[in-house]
């Protein structure tokens, strides 16, 4: 008798074991019987738990960035590739399943009893979301193939610089120390980009070993005709924006000219007016945003702008975090505006990726350093989260990390060519991110060894503090400073 109550309590355990690995929300979706998109995150990864971030850091505080990237990639694939082919097997996934490497997972639309046979298997960590999984390695064509001109020097002659590039110190960076991001690559993970706007073209990076529309891959990087980066949402090489997804005002291409606009028509937007763009599309889900972070690093992007912020993802944040620290390892600089929710709640909950522990979160604040009625505000909370729960609330983890300008009032692009009038009220953390995103480009275009976490310290401890003493919930540790950012670099050149 006692042996059989035994029994059933393990098999009581073993189901809740089960369940406890399928997201809350997978397990809604599929109890009314339907398919879902989701995410079998393996037992197996390069980093674990709330404290495998910071060891890896300590751990390799010496390295050189772009050796440590091509280590890990190799690691990277080799853990997904091993671990993927024997859960392939095990679990008899379907041949269209998609194994992502940066973190070890694979994605698939399963039925409710595969995922359920899925929590069984000891290989699965946890069973989250995937958001939509496109399938096409390059569909369509790029609009318009950029002459192979040659890059200009940059000049600031005949040009106007504004404000807030004077503020963040950038044109002392490029008189003082004749830095201007050139050898920087900055990812724009956005809503694409007009890379044929004449601020931008002489900054758009370029796949050295792709052929426009010939329909083949002819680097062999996984994808088709991508030169100038990639729409991982259409599943197409073209990255320009279309009305319908970015808007009136073009959000990608303003996001870029605050990184790179190079003054051509007239005004400087660039806190970086030499560094490349490399356009990169994927909304809807932690599938689609992987894509987008594999490639950056395969790529060699250096940075990734992230103007976008997501909220109510629960344990999903969990994913997010693991790709978010898998990449910064890899020496890719995560950033990202801190929101504009501040009128949402309070406090205010920065959201993701902006409310991750090592993605640059950039806060916002006016001309006159005082904060706007709409910036998101810290702290985050992460207690609550699936194989982290550290920074538990009352006091969580400070953020944002730094401050820059989110507008209005000083000039942004305008769609296809110019300005937009200067009296524009376009505004939004959106546009402070891009600032950090550059100023980043510029440090590593002065050291490109530093490594994407010091990168991170550096900003924090050149900003100018604002509000109450030291870094702070509402500003982070202060305003950004693009000089003393750059010399620091310089200073610890390997
Ligand atoms: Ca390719
Ligand atoms: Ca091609
Ligand atoms: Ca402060």
Request: hydrophobic share 40%.
């Given at each position: 008798?006692i042996?059989i109550?035994?029994?059933a309590l ?10 406890s690995k ?10 009314g ?18 404290k495998?971030f ?6 390799n505080s010496g390295?050189k960035?772009r ?5 890990l990639?190799?690691?990277?694939k ?23 490497w940066?973190?070890n ?8 009893e595969?995922i ?6 000891e ?8 958001g ?6 390059g ?17 600031t ?5 504004p ?5 963040l ?10 830095i201007?991001g050139g ?7 956005d809503a694409g ?5 004449e601020?931008?073209?002489?900054n758009?990076w370029?796949?050295?070993?792709e ?14 005709d ?24 073009q959000?990608?291409?303003l ?13 400087i ?6 560094a490349?763009?490399m356009?990169?599309?994927?909304w ?5 945003a ?16 992230m103007?976008?912020?997501?909220p ?5 944040r ?29 406090p205010?909950q ?5 409310g991750?522990?090592c993605?640059?979160?950039?806060g ?5 350093l ?7 505000l810290?702290?985050?909370e ?15 983890l400070?953020?944002p990390?730094v ?5 209005p009032?000083y000039?942004v692009?305008a769609?296809?060519r ?20 550059g ?6 275009s ?15 401890v050149?900003?100018?503090?604002l509000?109450?003493k030291?870094?702070d ?6 305003l ?7 010399k620091?670099?310089i200073?610890?050149?390997?």
């Open positions: 008798m042996h109550t035994l029994l393990a098999a009581v355990f073993s189901l809740q074991a089960q369940e399928i997201d809350p929300q997978v397990s809604k979706a599929i109890s019987g339907r398919s879902v998109s989701v995410l079998l995150l393996g037992e197996k990864q390069l980093l674990q738990g709330p495998g910071s060891e890896f850091c300590q751990k390295s960035r050796e440590l990237r091509a280590q990639i190799v690691q990277l080799k853990i997904a590739k091993a671990e993927q082919v024997a859960l392939r097997k095990e679990l008899k996934l379907p041949r269209e399943t998609q194994g992502l940066l973190v997972a694979v994605a698939a639309t399963l039925t409710p595969a359920r046979a899925a929590a069984k298997s290989r699965v960590k946890y069973i989250y979301p995937a939509p999984i496109p399938q096409g390695q569909r369509g064509r790029v609009g318009t193939v950029l002459g192979k001109r040659a890059v200009r020097p940059f000049s002659k005949g040009k106007t610089i404000w807030n590039l004077k503020a110190k950038a044109d002392q960076v490029w008189s003082q120390l004749g201007t050898g920087s690559v900055v990812a724009m993970y980009v007009d890379y044929n706007h601020d931008l073209r002489e758009i370029r796949n050295p070993g052929r426009a529309n010939n329909g083949k891959d002819d680097d062999g990087n996984g994808w088709v991508d030169i100038y980066g990639f729409n991982f949402r259409f599943g197409s090489p073209e990255v320009k924006p279309n009305s319908v997804q970015a808007g009136r005002l959000h990608g291409t996001t870029s000219g605050i990184v790179a606009g190079d003054g051509t028509g007239g005004t937007t660039g806190v970086a007016p030499r490349k763009l356009p990169l599309l994927g809807g889900g932690p599938y689609g992987a894509r987008v972070h594999e490639y950056a690093l395969e790529n060699g992007a250096d940075v990734m702008n103007s976008f912020s997501i109510n993802l629960g344990h999903t969990g994913l997010w975090r693991l790709m978010s620290e898998h990449a910064t390892a890899a020496g890719l600089v995560l950033v990202s505006g801190a929101g504009n929710f501040q009128s949402l709640s309070r205010v920065l959201r993701i990726p902006e991750i522990p993605v640059i979160a950039a916002g604040v006016d001309r006159n005082k904060i706007p009625n709409f910036v998101s810290g702290p985050v992460w207690g609550s989260v699936k194989f982290y729960e550290d920074h538990p609330m009352p006091k969580g400070i953020k990390d401050s820059a300008f989110p507008g009032n000039p692009l769609n296809k110019g300005y937009l009038d200067p009296n524009n009220r376009v505004r939004g953390n959106s546009f402070s991110g891009p600032h950090v995103a100023t980043v480009a510029l440090m590593f002065a050291n490109p060894e530093l490594t994407a976490w010091r990168v991170k310290e550096i900003l924090e050149t900003a100018t503090d509000g109450s030291g870094k919930n509402d500003t982070g540790a202060g950004l400073n693009a000089l003393a950012a750059v620091a670099a200073a610890e050149k390997k």
